[in-house]
């Protein structure tokens, strides 16, 4: 989710509790939690308002002066629906990032790992896909995802979200550009190579 650098501050210090969007589909759902530029933003609520129906108590939750600067603000297609958002700024350290840092793996937990990838590579149509990208990964770090998506024949928005997927599991890491196994990734990829 996409929030503006000007709100960052006012929503860690939780002077900023809604968002409003303007949505052709609904992109966040209630009692999710979003990786962002400021750090993990859960989204408590979300409803589709009339847009008409904001008000300025509303937009000063939002962090503006009025409801019209609300819908000034707003962007997209008139015509889709708008979103508020009710949202809470997480402190803390991401649970991902803890689960990324794990560099040892019980044979349960690569047995666990083994069947999310499975399940993960049934839900595919086009057949397995999770080890080719890990392995891909794990000789070119550091690479434009372009490029690993191209060697892999995949198309690169795809194959982003694929490994955003791994990374859900604490298997990868994002760098400025590309990507790298986590140590829990590594580990991973270290107990099946041995198991085969």
């Known amino acids: 989710m996409l929030i503006e650098r000007e709100r960052h501050v006012a929503i860690r210090e939780g002077r900023v509790t809604v968002l409003f969007r303007r949505w052709r589909r609904r992109l966040a759902s209630a009692g999710s939690v979003h990786r962002t530029a400021l750090g993990r933003v859960a989204v408590d609520t979300v409803d589709v308002v009339d847009p008409a129906g904001v008000t300025?108590?509303?937009?000063?939750?939002?962090?503006y002066a009025s409801a019209a600067d609300v819908?000034?603000?707003?962007?997209?297609?008139?015509?889709d629906p708008v979103y508020r958002l009710g949202i809470r700024y997480v402190a803390g350290p991401d649970p991902r990032d803890e689960l990324a840092a794990?560099?040892?793996?019980?044979?349960?937990?690569?047995?666990?790992?083994?069947?999310?990838?499975?399940?993960?590579?049934?839900?595919?149509?086009?057949?397995p896909w999770t080890r080719a990208v890990l392995r891909v990964i794990a000789r070119r770090p550091a690479v434009r995802a372009g490029d690993l998506a191209e060697e892999l024949g995949r198309d690169t928005p795809?194959?982003?979200?694929d490994v955003r997927k791994l990374k859900n599991l604490g298997l990868t890491v994002s760098l400025g550009t590309g990507y790298e196994l986590s140590p829990r990734g590594r580990a991973y990829l270290a107990a099946t190579d041995a198991a085969e």
């Open 71 to 79: 819908l000034a603000d707003l962007r997209g297609d008139p015509d």
């Open 158 to 161: 795809q194959f982003k979200i």
């Open 102 to 127: 794990a560099a040892e793996l019980s044979a349960a937990e690569v047995d666990e790992i083994d069947a999310r990838l499975r399940r993960m590579d049934l839900g595919r149509t086009s057949g």
């Open 56 to 63: 300025d108590e509303d937009a000063r939750r939002a962090g």
